[in-house]
């Protein structure tokens, strides 16, 4: 059975970091691209960053560039997404996906965590 457990969210006041993670299990998670995903009230979800299976590459939403970082430790199937700078605009409900590619498709979620920036 396949999870992704998110974990790090919480209230922070406007300016403060938090490091989220999500915990890979079920899956040959060195094979996986792994991303964060957002999701405001009242919006739709957004991609915030992604990293390739092996780390080497890395990309970011322009509201978010030069403040997060996305990262990932294979040895322990973890996913992290440092959030520094952070803004009221970045109240959301975080998301870890897992994708894999190829011939067939692979895509999970994990169940979210909430991130509330105050000002």
């Known amino acids: 059975q396949v999870q992704l457990v998110e974990s790090g969210g919480g209230l922070v006041q406007d300016g403060g970091s938090l490091r989220l993670s999500c915990a890979a299990s079920?899956?040959?998670?060195?094979?996986?691209?792994m991303s964060w995903y957002r999701q405001a009230p009242g919006k739709e979800r957004e991609l915030v960053a992604g990293i390739t299976s092996t780390g080497g590459s890395t990309n970011y939403a322009d509201s978010v560039k030069g403040r997060f970082t996305i990262s990932r430790d294979n040895a322990k199937n973890t996913v992290y997404l440092q959030m520094n700078s952070l803004k009221p605009e970045d109240t959301a409900v975080y998301y870890c996906?897992?994708?894999?590619?190829?011939?067939?498709?692979?895509?999970?979620w994990g169940q979210g965590t909430q991130v509330t920036v105050s000002s």
């Open positions: 079920g899956i040959t998670f060195s094979s996986y691209v």
């Open positions: 996906n897992a994708l894999r590619s190829g011939w067939y498709r692979f895509d999970y």
